[in-house]
């Protein structure tokens, strides 16, 4: 093994307690582990936070939701699909334990006939669109229908109302207050069919981090008499985007000083060589040795995960060994990558470098990349190893 990827349980379970404390201890805090867990593994991060005492996970399909339920077993511990609309996926959603997101009529009558199929009363968490524009029914007609076919459902129970919010890193966004506002109604609507869902929930991470949603949740919630809930997942991998300043919100992060990374990636040095001035590294010959160099050669590239744009000249990555930075030299290859270990002692073949871990974070990949870090984490490939 080659490239690896180390999982820390503890500060997985950590991060989670402390997800859960900032939200509020009466705030239901769902995981998402959807994306194979941010690229963390979704099984083992659905055994530890089970374990830890999350009751509700959230996967992204009904595939990913039965390798989660085999893994914990039919126990106490809930798991939202939260990517709906496949009508096909009633019955194994049944089946496998599953409670859906849906937002449609069509959603309803197909989830209907699966549980009446099965003999099994079954809960959904209807999603309200208010400014995402994604997945949800929008307030007013469109809700109602879907309401009322809810209403009178005798094998399909509405459990959760939720919605998703688009700036919630940004503190005192237009964005929120617009979808606060379209939520509440569409929560009056609800309470109008006398439906009572036990929970409502919005927002994700950056809503806990920035606080200002969760008061408001909590409070619709209550008034409806249900239990708020708050869907996180990059908190809990130990990350959380910075809050911005937007129309006067103070931009001060509750959870970001408190989650620490989950994961370290690592890969191990497959030989080193000294270079001499105006020896070419790489695709491109883009790196032209200014002097004489000592060069590492690791084992993962692009195909691995480690993103191309990392390359010199273009972000100017880095790795870390020995506890030192060793920057990218040229252009990141498929499998391969060379860094310069000019000042580094006693880097040897098989002594090991840190692709992602203490001193190179998701967020430095994420700005050479361009990207956010999410989706860096989401693209390591590799081995998990539960520590
Ligand atoms: C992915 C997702 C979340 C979790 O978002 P984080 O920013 O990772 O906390 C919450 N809600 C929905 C609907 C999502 O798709």
Redo the contacts with the bound molecule.
Sequence with gaps: MKNWVEISGARLVENFRATRAVAGNDVETLA?I?ADG?GHGATICATVLAKAGARWL?VTDVEEGAKVREALGEGATRVLV?RGGELGDAAALVANGLTP?MWTVEHVSAMEKAARAAGQRVCIHL?VDTGMTR?GVTVGDALQKVLERLAESRWVSCEGV?T?LCC?EVAGAKTTVVAQKLFAEALAQVAAVGLKPDFVHI????A?DEGSTMQWVRQQAKALGARAMV?????LYGYC?PIEIGGGGTGDARLQPKVKPVLTWKTCVLGVSDVEAGTTVGYGATFVAERKMRLALLAAGYADGFRREASSGLGNGWVMIGGKRASVVGRVSMNLTVVDVSDIEGVAEGSEALLLGDGVGAEDHARWAGTIP?EILCGIRGTRLLR
């Design positions: 998402v959807k941010y959230g939260m997101v999603e997945q939720m998703h919630s927002g994700n991470t950056s806990v869907r996180a997942g990059l908190s985007l999410y």
